[in-house]
């Protein structure tokens, strides 16, 4: 039987992917996030559609007349964390939103990159004592919004999980 439980699983996952990924640069990593926001977005349609949570939580009609609380939007929209996995996941459904933002439509992850550079030390004869290898890359994600405000992915992500 499948239940929302089984998507949030998925969605804590994809979170310790992005939490453990090494540091080799790749265009996965960067897939990693994006598939991070898509579950854990996706996470309110199982929500919904899972028979054992009450219908005033999925925002259902109680009878033809009544509709009972959208608790699971209202809970997105409420948390900034969760409305950014909200518009990154349907701008990467759709590349460009139009309707339902959350947050900002033109919101966006970026990626800056730093470099390490290589240490090399001699001694006064001009003799290597220690050479720390090909310096290392890293990666950091960023979601950035159309004012330039910017947060970390892996925050938004971690956020996102507790809300």
Known sequence: MAEWKEQFERVK????RIENRNEDLTPYHEDDFWHFFQDCYHLKDWIKNDSSIPK?????YIDKNHKEGHKVEECINANTNLSMCADLANK????????NIRIDEKIQK???TYHAPTVIITNSQGKEVYNSGPGKSTIEYFVQLSDGTHYKALEVAKKAVEA
């Not at 996952?13 to 310790?16: A, E, P, Q, T």
């Open 13 to 16: 996952r994809s979170l310790n």
């Open 56 to 60: 005033n939580i999925k925002g259902e």
């Open 92 to 99: 990467s459904k759709h590349l460009k939103l139009k309707n």
């Open 110 to 112: 970026r990626s800056i």
